[in-house]
């Protein structure tokens, strides 16, 4: 198969990189929060658990940008 030259391959840099990791550590560290009150604190978030999760990312987020 010929490529053409004005083709251009998907990459990611370590930039782009960069940012990938720190959405997944968010989305970790919101879901490890919310199941985490959910288990110690005994809270039921029910249908609003991904609200909680995306809450506890941001939170999570907003505290590492202080430190």
Excluded: H
């Excluded at 989305?27 to 604190?41: D, F, H, K, N, P």
């Amino acid at each position: 198969m010929v490529e053409s030259k004005n083709s251009v391959r998907f990459q990611l840099n370590a930039k782009d990189m960069k940012k990938v990791w720190k959405g997944l550590l968010i989305a970790v560290t919101g879901a490890v929060l919310t199941y985490g009150s959910e288990a110690i604190l005994n809270i039921d978030f029910g249908d609003m658990t991904p609200l909680a999760v995306a809450g506890w990312g941001v939170l999570a987020n907003l505290v590492r940008k202080w430190l």
